[in-house]
C-alpha cells in the first residue's frame, strides 16, 4: 500500500492532531492533551476502521480543506460542520470514501465546537511519550507542536486493510448538541468549600462561556459562586479533565485538555464522564447550567452507552 | 491514617495530610511504592502531590468500589515499607551576572551579598516534593528563610528555560522556557525535561537535588 498522505489548504481557525492523550505522565508534570471530546473522536475512528483512540484531527470552529493524496476512508463527527468532497455535501456520522486528488472542505459551523476528521490508518505524526496528541503550551506533539498551517503536508498511516466498509453511526448514540446545555456534575474533593449560597448559584443559575476559553480551561460568566472565606486554594494538587474550580472571584473556571497537571484553588466539581462530550462541544457565548448527577447514575449511563458502541462492532 | 475522597467518576483522592513536611510527604511515596506492586485492570495513571494522590482509572474498566476497597487494603502496610533513599542529583548553575539578574535584587532584600545568597542556596540538599506545572518542574522544599524573596510584582513575559529561581519561600528550576514572576538568580544547562531521551525526566518526587556554582564563568 503506497504512503497516503493529506495537504492542508486553509487551516481552520485552531486544527490540531490529536489521538486519546498522553497518559503516565501527570506525575511529571506533563500535560494528558488529548481530543476535548473523546467520544466523537471515538465515534469518528470507528466509521473507517482505527481503533477509538487513533490519531486524528481534531477543528475548532471553523473547518480545514484537505486534500488527499490517495484513496481513504474519512469520517466527520462532533460539531455541526457539514463535512463537503469535491463541492458536494456529504454527511457526518458516516464513513466517507475519497480519492487521490478530493478536496473535503466544511461548511460553516452551526452548533457545538469541535470537529474531529478521522483518516483510515490514522495521522502518522510522531510518537512522543507514548502519544500523537499534541501539547500546544508545551509546544510538543502533534504535528510538530502546533496547530496546523497552509502547506502542511501530513503522513496518513496504512489504511487498515480488513474492509471495514461504510458505516453509518445510528441516531441513539449522536447527542443532541442543540439544546440549552446542563451538564450532570460530582462532588469534587474539596466540595465542602462551598457556601450555602454558592452550592444555591452553581446549581441554579445559569453561566454563559467567556471568550477567554481554549483547551487549557473554560471561564464561566455569571452570578458569583460565593466560598467560604480563604477557601479558594489548596496545596497544589493534581486535577482531571472536566473539574470546576472557583477563584476569588467566584467566576468558575473548568480545566480541559491542556490544563496544567497540578493547580492550586480548590476543586469544587467534576463533570461526569457521559457529559464531557457536551461539555467540549460548548463555544464562547453558549448558556450552561449544572445539575447533579450521583455516581452510580453516572456508571449506568456510561456503561449503557458504552454497551451500545460495543454492539456496532 | 489516610483519607479517600470522590473525584467525578474517574478519580478518587487520597489523602495523608493537610500539611507541607517531610513526614507527610513520605506517607506519600510509601503509598506510590505500594500502589506501583499494584496489579488493578483500568487504572489509568497516578498522581502525587505534597500530601495525596490522585488515582485516575477508566470508569468503564474499574469498579470504584473495588478501587477504593484496593487502596484501605494498602493501609497495613505503610508502616512496613522501607522507601528507596531518593538519587541525589546535581545542578551546575551559572549564578548572576547576565544567567541570573534578581540575584542583586534577592541580595540586597535580604541584607546579605550576593555571595551570601549563592553560598546559602547552594548549600542545602533540597527535597523534591512533587513535580507539575510545567514538564519536569520540581516542587523543592528546605529553602533557607535567609533568601525567601516575594515574587516579582511584574512577571516577565519571557523566562529562559534552566533558570533558577526564588519565589516565596520556594525555589525551582523553569524546565522550559515560559512567563513567570520568579526572582532569577542563575541557569542551568542541565535539561531535567527531554523528550526524546530516555529516561525522559531526570527527577522523581523524593529525590534530592543540591545545586553547584560554576565557578568559571
Known amino acids: 500500500m503506497p504512503d497516503n498522505s493529506i495537504t492542508i489548504g486553509s487551516p481552520g481557525l485552531y486544527t490540531t492532531v490529536q489521538d486519546g492523550g498522553r497518559f503516565g505522565y501527570q506525575r511529571y508534570g506533563m500535560p494528558v492533551s488529548g481530543a476535548m471530546d473523546v467520544y466523537s473522536m471515538q465515534l469518528a ?4 476502521g482505527n481503533q477509538y483512540d487513533a490519531a486524528c484531527l481534531e477543528a475548532t470552529l471553523t473547518g480545514p480543506d484537505i486534500h488527499f493524496a490517495d484513496t481513504c476512508l ?3 463527527c462532533g460539531a455541526g460542520m457539514a463535512p463537503v468532497v469535491n463541492g458536494k455535501d456529504v454527511a457526518a456520522y458516516q464513513t466517507i470514501m475519497v480519492k487521490a486528488g478530493d478536496l473535503l472542505s466544511f461548511n460553516t459551523l452551526d452548533h457545538g465546537c469541535r470537529m474531529y476528521v478521522a483518516f483510515s490508518g490514522g495521522v502518522d505524526a510522531e510518537l512522543i511519550m507514548g502519544s500523537r496528541s499534541t501539547c500546544q503550551p508545551c509546544r510538543l506533539g502533534g504535528w510538530k507542536g502546533r496547530s496546523l498551517l497552509k502547506g502542511d503536508v501530513i503522513p496518513l498511516g496504512n489504511m487498515n486493510n480488513n474492509g471495514s466498509g461504510m458505516k453509518k453511526v445510528p441516531e441513539v448514540l449522536v447527542p443532541d448538541y442543540n439544546r440549552p446545555c446542563t451538564l450532570r456534575i460530582l462532588p469534587g474533593p474539596e466540595v465542602g468549600r462551598l457556601s450555602f449560597e454558592g452550592l444555591r448559584t452553581l446549581m ?9 476559553s481554549d483547551r487549557m480551561g473554560y471561564r464561566l460568566a455569571g452570578l458569583p459562586v460565593g466560598l467560604h472565606a480563604s477557601g479558594h486554594e489548596i496545596v497544589s494538587s493534581g486535577i482531571v479533565f472536566g473539574t470546576i474550580q472557583v477563584p476569588a472571584n467566584g467566576q468558575p473556571i473548568m480545566m480541559m485538555a491542556d490544563r496544567q497537571t497540578t493547580g492550586g484553588y480548590a476543586r469544587i466539581a467534576v463533570v461526569s464522564a457521559i457529559d464531557h462530550t457536551l461539555l467540549a462541544q460548548l463555544r464562547p457565548g453558549d448558556e450552561v447550567t449544572f445539575s447533579e448527577i450521583k455516581a452510580n447514575e453516572a456508571h449506568r449511563l456510561l456503561g449503557h452507552r458504552n454497551r451500545l458502541i460495543n454492539l456496532l462492532q | 491514617m489516610i483519607q479517600i ?15 507541607i513536611s517531610p513526614y507527610t510527604n513520605g506517607i506519600i511515596r510509601k503509598l506510590m511504592v505500594l500502589f506501583d506492586g499494584l496489579k488493578m485492570e483500568g487504572l489509568l495513571e497516578l498522581v502525587p502531590s505534597y500530601n495525596e494522590i490522585m488515582v485516575c482509572f477508566d470508569p468503564l474498566l474499574a469498579d470504584r468500589n473495588k478501587v477504593v476497597e484496593k487502596i ?5 502496610f505503610l508502616s512496613a515499607v522501607e522507601l528507596p533513599a531518593g538519587k541525589e542529583i546535581e545542578i551546575p548553575v551559572y549564578y548572576g551576572g547576565k544567567w541570573g539578574p534578581d540575584l542583586a535584587y534577592v541580595a540586597a532584600i535580604n541584607g546579605l551579598t550576593t555571595k551570601e545568597v549563592v553560598g546559602i542556596h547552594s548549600s542545602v540538599d533540597y527535597l523534591v516534593y512533587m513535580l507539575g506545572f510545567t514538564p ?3 516542587y523543592l522544599g528546605g529553602l533557607d528563610d535567609r533568601i525567601a524573596t516575594p515574587r516579582k510584582s511584574n512577571p516577565r513575559l519571557v523566562v529562559a528555560a534552566g533558570s533558577v529561581g526564588i519565589a516565596g519561600r520556594q525555589t525551582g528550576v523553569y524546565p522550559v522556557q515560559s512567563p513567570g514572576g520568579w526572582q532569577i538568580i542563575g541557569r542551568t544547562n542541565v535539561q531535567l525535561f527531554d523528550p526524546h531521551r530516555e529516561p525522559v525526566f531526570l527527577v522523581n518526587p523524593g529525590d534530592k537535588i543540591r545545586f553547584v556554582p560554576v565557578t568559571d564563568h
Open chain 1, 204 to 212: 441554579t443559575t445559569a453561566f454563559v462561556v467567556d471568550t477567554n
Open chain 1, 74 to 76: 474519512v469520517a466527520v
Open chain 2, 5 to 19: 475522597l470522590p473525584y467525578g467518576d474517574a478519580a478518587l483522592i487520597v489523602k495523608a495530610g493537610e500539611d
Open chain 2, 136 to 138: 519536569g518542574f520540581c
Open chain 1, 45 to 48: 475512528n470507528w466509521l473507517v
Open chain 2, 72 to 76: 484501605k487494603s494498602l493501609e497495613p
